[in-house]
């Protein structure tokens, strides 16, 4: 693809604060669009761009310039509607957070392709296709964060692979190594020229040891076909999942791509949250060898 110069950092959030820097050295802007129920990182740049109460609690305040368009989130519609008869509605919204909440200089777009810390939120396929003619009408540049979906977990190697649309900036980390500290973000030659030298550094960025660990396991990854596997075994996960949420009311929504899958629990038919249902579980799995 176009995607063919990296920047190598330590982790996920460190690949996210470049990714930021570069977008608006490239664009000459400096606000961003975001989602709502996103987590992107635990630096108060990225916690700015997260839209997450629970993570952002007691680090404000975080900077200027963020606005959060409603996360494509279709078993809880922010705008009460069924997909598909709801048009994508989430993700036409965009133009309106980009007219409305923002001062017309947006350097970029962020989102994950799955929703990871938000629950597992999967956006309809139409999502990102829409979102993207959006931010390009808007001149910004769309990154992905595939720090916890990508390396495989969704049955690609990337789970933005599932929307047909290509990113101008790609964030990565943890699959990227299986362990070790290592995080990226990959971009185009053109956007890549927007660093001068000296413009963006990481001490320990990209050492050896954690290069070699990421060469290793993405060998393993290809001659194993582990995100093919993810698909077949995500698949049969899946169905088993459905059958039962058909059998316990307590299972409100299953959802997923491969292996990355949420299942979702409701105490009654409003859907209110099950949080003590789901601390039992959690634990009743912790106590069976389950994380």
């Given at each position: 693809?176009?995607?063919?110069?990296?920047?190598?950092?330590?982790?996920?959030?460190?690949?996210?604060?470049?990714?930021?820097?570069?977008?608006?050295?490239?664009?000459?802007?400096?606000?961003l669009v975001c989602l709502t129920m996103s987590f992107h990182g635990r630096t108060v740049g990225?916690?700015?761009?997260?839209?997450?109460?629970?993570?952002?609690?007691?680090?404000?305040?975080?900077?200027?310039?963020?606005?959060?368009?409603?996360?494509?989130?279709?078993?809880?519609?922010?705008?009460?509607?069924?997909?598909?008869?709801?048009?994508?509605?989430?993700?036409?919204?965009?133009?309106?957070?980009?007219?409305?909440q923002t001062a017309g200089g947006v350097a970029a777009f962020i989102a994950e392709p799955v929703?990871?810390?938000?629950?597992?939120?999967?956006?309809?396929?139409?999502?990102?296709?829409?979102?993207?003619?959006?931010?390009?009408?808007?001149?910004?540049?769309?990154?992905?964060?595939?720090?916890?979906?990508?390396?495989?977990?969704?049955?690609?190697?990337?789970?933005?692979?599932?929307?047909?649309?290509?990113?101008?900036?790609?964030?990565?980390?943890?699959?990227?190594?299986?362990?070790?500290?290592?995080?990226?973000?990959?971009?185009?030659?053109?956007?890549?020229?927007?660093?001068?030298?000296?413009?963006?550094?990481?001490?320990?960025?990209?050492?050896?040891?954690?290069?070699?660990?990421?060469?290793?396991?993405?060998?393993?990854?290809?001659?194993?076909?582990?995100?093919?596997?993810?698909?077949?075994?995500?698949?049969e996960l899946m169905n088993s999942l459905i059958e039962f949420k058909e059998k316990y009311s307590?299972?409100?929504?299953?959802?997923?791509?491969?292996?990355?899958?949420?299942?979702?629990?409701?105490?009654?038919?409003?859907?209110?949250?099950?949080?003590?249902?789901?601390?039992?579980?959690?634990?009743?799995?912790?106590?069976?060898?389950?994380?």
């Amino acid at each position: 693809g176009a995607l063919q110069k990296s920047f190598f950092g330590n982790s996920g959030a460190e690949a996210l604060e470049g990714a930021m820097r570069l977008a608006k050295q490239f664009t000459n802007r400096t606000e961003l669009v975001c989602l709502t129920m996103s987590f992107h990182g635990r630096t108060v740049g990225t916690l700015s761009i997260t839209g997450n109460y629970s993570r952002k609690k007691g680090g404000g305040p975080y900077l200027s310039g963020i606005a959060f368009a409603p996360a494509p989130y279709c078993y809880r519609c922010p705008f009460k509607l069924k997909y598909p008869q709801c048009g994508v509605a989430c993700a036409e919204f965009l133009e309106s957070v980009f007219r409305y909440q923002t001062a017309g200089g947006v350097a970029a777009f962020i989102a994950e392709p799955v929703l990871g810390e938000g629950g597992i939120i999967i956006p309809p396929p139409e999502y990102f296709k829409t979102a993207m003619e959006i931010v390009r009408d808007n001149g910004a540049l769309f990154i992905a964060d595939e720090v916890q979906s990508g390396f495989g977990r969704t049955g690609k190697l990337f789970a933005i692979e599932h929307y047909d649309v290509e990113p101008d900036i790609m964030c990565m980390a943890k699959g990227i190594a299986n362990g070790f500290p290592l995080g990226a973000f990959i971009t185009r030659p053109d956007i890549a020229e927007a660093f001068a030298p000296g413009d963006h550094l990481s001490t320990f960025g990209g050492n050896p040891v954690s290069c070699a660990a990421a060469m290793a396991n993405i060998d393993v990854m290809s001659d194993e076909k582990l995100p093919q596997n993810a698909t077949v075994r995500g698949d049969e996960l899946m169905n088993s999942l459905i059958e039962f949420k058909e059998k316990y009311s307590l299972v409100g929504d299953v959802r997923g791509k491969g292996l990355m899958i949420g299942i979702e629990l409701i105490k009654d038919k409003n859907k209110t949250p099950a949080a003590e249902e789901a601390r039992q579980i959690r634990r009743l799995c912790r106590e069976a060898g389950v994380l």
